[in-house]
């Protein structure tokens, strides 16, 4: 479906970004729909430049064209932040068991008082708490749990590259 499974770690394989590039994911990150000549325009630099650019992009992985909503507008009413300790002798076993999750929107290995941190959205209380006590648990080598209910949406951002005001 629409989940990321690549390591998201440096990677020398993938081309290093300069200041077009970045001009080009924050213009598309407004507006994804704008076409190549309308990005070039903005940005300063020609339509085969862009092409090229924007299809190197993908298929390096670097950015996706997507349909991003926030998670109170498509039903999910409660949102958590999931904070898990392991044992990290299963780590690879717990990382594909999230994997699978369609509940889990975001999860990654962290460095502090959790082992992994997950966001996951739920219909109700009752999906998440049957979530939590009839699927997350039962993963072998997690140890503890603790759920952080999001009570208010204060910022949903997904426009993470440079602003195309900032350039």
Same mark, same amino acid.
């Given at each position: 479906?629409?989940?990321?499974?690549? #390591?998201?770690?440096?990677?020398?394989?993938?081309?290093?970004?300069?200041?077009?590039?970045? *001009? %080009?994911?924050?213009? @598309?990150? $407004? #507006?994804? !729909?704008?076409? #190549?000549?309308?990005?070039?325009?903005? /940005?300063?630099?020609?339509?085969?430049?862009?092409?090229? !650019?924007?299809? !190197?992009?993908?298929? =390096?992985?670097?950015? *996706?064209?997507?349909?991003?909503?926030?998670?109170?507008?498509?039903? =999910?009413?409660?949102?958590?932040?999931?904070? %898990?300790?392991?044992?990290?002798?299963? @780590?690879?076993?717990?990382?594909?068991?999230?994997?699978?999750?369609?509940? %889990?929107?975001?999860?990654?290995?962290?460095?502090?008082? =959790?082992? /992994?941190?997950? $966001?996951?959205?739920?219909?109700? #209380?009752?999906?998440?708490?049957?979530?939590?006590?009839?699927?997350? &648990? *039962?993963?072998?080598?997690?140890? !503890?749990?603790?759920?952080?209910?999001?009570? *208010?949406?204060?910022? =949903?951002?997904?426009?993470?590259?440079?602003?195309? &005001?900032?350039?």
């Amino acid at each position: 479906m629409g989940h990321v499974t690549r #390591n998201d770690t440096i990677d020398s394989a993938i081309p290093a970004l300069d200041a077009l590039d970045h *001009k %080009i994911i924050a213009v @598309l990150q $407004e #507006n994804a !729909r704008q076409t #190549n000549a309308e990005v070039a325009g903005l /940005v300063g630099s020609s339509e085969p430049t862009v092409r090229r !650019r924007v299809d !190197r992009l993908l298929e =390096y992985q670097i950015i *996706k064209i997507v349909a991003v909503a926030p998670p109170f507008s498509l039903g =999910y009413h409660v949102v958590a932040i999931l904070g %898990i300790q392991i044992d990290h002798s299963f @780590l690879d076993e717990i990382q594909e068991a999230l994997l699978a999750m369609p509940e %889990i929107r975001f999860a990654g290995v962290t460095l502090g008082s =959790y082992d /992994v941190v997950t $966001e996951a959205w739920f219909h109700s #209380n009752t999906e998440l708490l049957a979530f939590l006590h009839e699927h997350l &648990s *039962k993963i072998p080598g997690i140890q !503890r749990i603790e759920s952080l209910q999001v009570a *208010k949406m204060i910022k =949903y951002a997904y426009d993470w590259g440079v602003q195309p &005001s900032a350039s």
